[in-house]
């Protein structure tokens, strides 16, 4: 029995003594499956327009060498990052990364300009997700589209969503997993407007349109925002439109950690939402100061995020996505290590002894309460996670950037 294996051993006893059965934890963290973004491999630029100016509030800071400049480089990056993961996770696009021989209009793509992602996927036993790209083009230069007031302009982004949504139904159908096909704009005025109903109301006219028919092989999901850089003031899209919107049209409501308050925490909107809802996205992301997107860490917002899911027991309730894009570091690790700490942050509220917590708190002792919630602090989850990964077959600890900057050498470095 080697060292992982018996630190393993001492911390199933540990566990069980709290009524935690670690084998069953692990059970469960492996039907868990995230789905990562591709934008954090060429810093949300796409094969639409290569080089062209990222807009909708959107930056992506820093220029470490190796981005993906073409959908095989960025295919094989992924390939990578997917090998230093335990488990099997998902795969999110955006429109901007389709490939074609000739420029197509947004309202124009078709799911012919993902064949080759669909054969990745396929290869790789990867679900795929999707998303309207309503940024990033001449037609939302003055910060808005779906709730633009010149008719023709909304109605070409109208189309995109549309296009988009077939799009996801055709992953969907063909990979056997339905597509999450999600919508957010970055509409909203930099300064205090005079009217604020009227965006919001051309906004419902058009996700209604969008929306109207059912298809088989997608889940819908609109994606609020507090704020953002251009649209300081106000956001047509608010956490209150999307929340009357989701439940009223029995959609899914995406709650992104970056889109509130830098002391807004989602997790506590997670149990709330689950009670009008089906079903939930989370965009799971760090912001500093603001919706920077930062590489997730396994800080307290994380772990509040999931011991929330798993108390709620909504694992199969809440679809889990990856959003950051920092191309200040080495893009594989970044997306290795925000993964990772998210699968780390679920295995820990597995962990939890939900059943002693929860009858300290029926029972109003809120003294045991308080001390078992800080002796779990010092509990060896550390232990069962390496053991998982040893159990699928990925690197421990640091091992993982030893693979990566192997890669590096070998891959990157020659971009």
């Known amino acids: 029995m080697d060292n992982i294996q018996q630190a393993y051993a001492l911390a199933r006893e540990r566990y069980a003594a709290l009524g935690v059965d670690t084998d069953t934890a692990l059970k469960a963290l492996e039907t868990v499956s995230l789905s990562l973004h591709c934008w954090q491999g060429d810093d949300v630029g796409g094969f639409e327009n290569p080089g062209g100016e990222l807009t909708g509030g959107i930056a992506a800071t820093g220029n470490y060498p190796g981005k993906a400049r073409n959908a095989d480089e960025l295919r094989r990056d992924l ?60 037609l939302a230069a003055d910060g808005f589209t779906l709730s633009h007031r010149d008719p023709s ?70 994606e609020p925002k507090l704020f953002g850089i251009g649209s300081e003031s106000y956001v047509t899209g608010s956490m209150e439109f999307y929340t009357a919107y989701a439940v009223s049209r029995r959609v899914m409501l995406t709650l992104d950690s970056g889109h509130f308050h830098p002391t807004e925490s989602i997790a506590d909107k997670i149990s709330s939402v689950l009670l009008y809802l089906d079903e ?44 950051y894009f920092d191309a200040s570091i080495n893009r594989v690790a970044a997306w290795v290590i925000g993964a990772r700490n998210t699968l780390r942050a679920v295995l820990n509220a597995l962990l939890e002894p939900r059943a002693l917590l929860t009858r300290y708190e029926a029972e109003g002792d809120f003294t045991g309460r308080l001390a078992l919630q800080e002796e779990l602090k010092a509990m060896p989850s550390a232990a069962v996670w390496e053991y998982y990964c040893q159990q699928q077959d990925v690197p421990v600890g640091m091992d993982v950037l030893r693979v990566v900057k192997n890669y590096e050498r070998e891959e990157l470095s020659r971009r």
């Open 79 to 138: 390939d990578m990052v997917y090998s230093l993961l335990p488990g099997r996770h998902r795969l999110n696009l955006h429109a901007i990364y389709l490939e074609a021989d000739t420029r197509v209009e947004r309202n124009a793509i078709e799911p012919r300009h993902f064949f080759r992602w669909v054969d990745w996927a396929k290869a790789g036993g990867h679900g795929l997700d999707f998303n309207p790209t309503c940024f990033s083009h001449p």
């Open 153 to 222: 302009i909304r109605q070409f982004w109208v189309e995109h969503c549309l296009a988009c949504r077939n799009i996801g139904n055709f992953f969907g159908k063909e990979l056997g997993t339905p597509a999450v096909t999600n919508i957010w704009i970055p509409d909203g005025y930099k300064d205090t407007p005079a009217d604020r109903t009227t965006p919001r109301r051309l906004l419902l006219e058009s996700l209604d349109q969008i929306l109207a028919e059912k298809l088989p092989h997608t889940l819908d999901a609109v």
């Open 280 to 323: 939930i996205l989370l965009h799971v992301s760090r912001g500093v100061r603001w919706d920077s997107d930062h590489v997730v860490t396994f800080n307290d917002d994380l772990q509040a995020i999931a011991q929330e899911i798993v108390r709620a027991e909504a694992l199969n309730r809440v679809h889990i996505g990856l959003d």
